[in-house]
C-alpha cells in the first residue's frame, strides 16, 4: 500500500519537474512555437490543426468512457444485469470507421498542400505575371560552422547569414565532409545537407526583422550541438546597404592601428590557408570578412578579445571539440595572437550589423539563459529565466536590465 504511493509520487514529481524544465523552453529567437517567417507559420498552424484534432478525439473518448463507467458498472440491487451487447453493430462500426478517415482527410489535405508549397522554390511571380529575380544563397555545412555565399553578389561570410525581411531568399545547400542540417525554428523548417554532390533547395522567409538563432539538427560529431549559427533579418534597404559594403573588400585594406597591421601580417601568415576575408569560394575555415560585427565567436562562445586570443591560441580544442582549426600548424606568441585578434575585431565592412535588427528579437539575456552552467546554476535557474523571459515583453526590462549589462539592447526591443 504504502510502496504504491510513493511511487505515485514520484511520477507527479518527475512530471512537475518536467514541466519546469519544459517551460524554459520556446526563447522567441529559437522557437518554433513563435513563428516569425513564413514557412515556420505553416508548420505551426499544421501543429495547431493537429493538437486540435486530438484533443477533440481525446475529449469525446473520455466523456464517453466516462458515462459508460458511471451507467454500467454492478449494480448492487442486480449483480448479475449485463447489458445489451453491441458486437457486430453496423451502424457503429461504420461511424467509427468514418469518423477517423474524415479526421484523416482534414488533417491530410492542408498538410500535403503545405508540404508542397514549402517545396517550391521556383521563382516569384509579380502583378504583371513576370518572374521576379530571385536572390539564391549558396550554402555549405561543415563541421562545425556554415558557409554562406550570395549567389552573383561577390559576397561570401560564415556563420551568420544576413537576409533581407519581407522577401523569400532561394538557399541552395550542401555540405563539405558529413550530413548536416540546417535549421532556424523561428522561420523555417529543417533541410539536411548532403556530401555527396546533391544540392537540396528551400526558401526562408522572415516577416520580422531579428536575430534568429540556428541550430544543426543532424548528429555530426563531438561539437554538433553547439553548432549553432544566426540569420540576422534586416530591412530590405539594410540589406541592400550591407551587400554593397561586403562587395567592396579585398582583404588588403589597410587597419588603422599599427597593431592591426602586424596582426593583419600574422593573419597572412598564418591562418590564410584556411581563412578568407573578402569574397572567396568557400575554404576550410569560416569566412572572416565581416568578423568585427559577429555576435559570438564559432557560433558559440561569447565575443571578447580574452576568448577570441583564447581561441587563437588554443584552436577551439576545448571550446569546441573536435574542430578542424586542430590541424593548423601554427605556433604563436600570445602578444602575437593578441595582434591578430586585434586585426579581425576591427573586420567591419558595414554599418549594418546585427544592432540594425531593430524589432531584434534577440536579447543578449535570452541567449546566455540557454547556457545556464556559466550563470552557475542548475534547474531553479532554468525556470526562473523562462518567467523574465515572458515578462520581458512589456514590464520586464527593468528586472532584466539590473541583471546584466545590455539593457540598452532590450530598451530598443520595444
Ligand atoms: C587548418 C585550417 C585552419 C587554420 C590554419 C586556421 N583556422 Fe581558424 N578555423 C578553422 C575552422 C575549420 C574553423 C571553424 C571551427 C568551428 O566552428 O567548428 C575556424 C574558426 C576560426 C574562428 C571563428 C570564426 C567565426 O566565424 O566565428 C576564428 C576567429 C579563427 N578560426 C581564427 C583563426 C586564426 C587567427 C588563425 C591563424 C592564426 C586560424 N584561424 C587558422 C580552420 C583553420
Ligand atoms: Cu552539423
Not at 60 to 78: L, S
Amino acid at each position: 500500500m504504502m510502496k504504491g504511493w510513493m511511487s505515485k509520487f514520484k511520477a507527479i514529481f518527475a512530471l512537475i519537474v518536467l514541466a519546469l524544465v519544459l517551460s524554459g523552453c520556446g526563447k522567441p529567437f529559437l522557437s518554433a512555437l513563435q513563428p516569425k517567417g513564413e514557412g515556420a507559420e505553416m508548420i505551426y498552424d499544421l501543429m495547431i490543426l493537429s493538437i486540435v484534432i486530438m484533443l477533440f478525439v481525446f475529449v469525446v473518448v473520455m466523456v464517453i468512457y466516462t458515462i459508460v463507467i458511471i451507467k454500467y458498472r454492478q449494480k448492487k440491487d442486480d449483480p448479475d444485469f449485463i447489458p445489451k451487447q453491441t458486437e457486430g453493430s453496423h451502424a457503429l462500426e461504420t461511424l467509427w470507421t468514418v469518423i477517423p478517415i474524415i479526421l484523416l482527410l482534414i488533417l491530410a489535405v492542408p498538410t500535403v498542400q503545405y508540404t508542397f508549397a514549402l517545396a517550391d522554390t521556383s521563382p516569384e511571380i509579380n502583378e504583371e505575371g513576370e518572374e521576379q529575380d530571385s536572390l539564391w544563397i549558396n550554402i555549405t555545412g561543415a563541421q562545425y560552422w556554415w558557409h554562406f555565399e550570395y549567389d552573383g553578389l561577390e559576397v561570401s561570410t560564415s556563420q551568420e547569414l544576413y537576409i533581407p525581411t519581407d522577401r523569400r531568399v532561394y538557399l541552395s545547400m550542401s555540405s563539405q565532409d558529413v550530413i548536416h542540417s540546417f535549421w532556424v525554428p523561428a522561420i523555417d523548417g529543417k533541410m539536411d545537407v548532403n556530401p555527396t554532390g546533391n544540392t537540396n533547395e528551400m526558401t526562408l522567409l522572415a516577416k520580422e526583422e531579428g536575430v534568429y538563432w540556428g541550430k544543426c539538427a543532424e548528429l555530426c560529431g563531438p561539437s554538433h550541438s553547439i553548432m549553432d549559427f544566426k540569420v540576422i533579418a534586416v530591412s530590405p534597404g539594410e540589406f541592400e546597404q550591407w551587400v554593397k559594403d561586403m562587395q567592396g573588400v579585398t582583404g588588403e585594406e589597410t587597419p588603422e592601428s599599427a597593431t592591426a597591421q602586424e596582426g593583419q601580417q600574422l593573419f597572412a601568415d598564418n591562418c590564410m590557408t584556411c581563412h578568407a576575408v573578402g569574397s572567396s569560394p568557400n575554404k576550410i575555415g569560416p569566412n572572416l570578412t565581416n568578423f568585427g560585427d559577429r555576435l559570438k565567436i564559432a557560433g558559440v562562445v561569447d565575443y571578447n578579445k580574452e576568448n577570441l586570443i583564447e581561441w587563437i591560441q588554443t584552436k577551439g580544442k576545448e571550446m569546441k571539440p573536435g574542430n578542424h582549426m586542430q590541424d593548423a600548424p601554427y605556433n604563436l606568441k600570445d602578444e602575437e595572437a593578441e595582434k591578430i585578434a586585434e586585426y579581425l575585431m576591427g573586420l567591419s565592412p558595414s554599418d549594418i550589423t546585427p544592432e540594425s535588427a531593430e524589432d531584434s528579437v534577440y536579447k543578449d539575456s535570452d541567449l546566455s539563459s540557454l547556457f545556464p552552467e556559466e550563470e552557475a546554476e542548475g534547474e531553479g535557474e532554468q525556470s526562473q529565466d523562462g518567467e523574465s523571459e515572458e515578462g520581458s515583453d512589456g514590464e520586464g526590462s527593468s528586472e532584466d536590465g539590473a541583471e546584466d549589462e545590455n539593457s540598452d539592447e532590450e530598451n530598443n526591443e520595444e
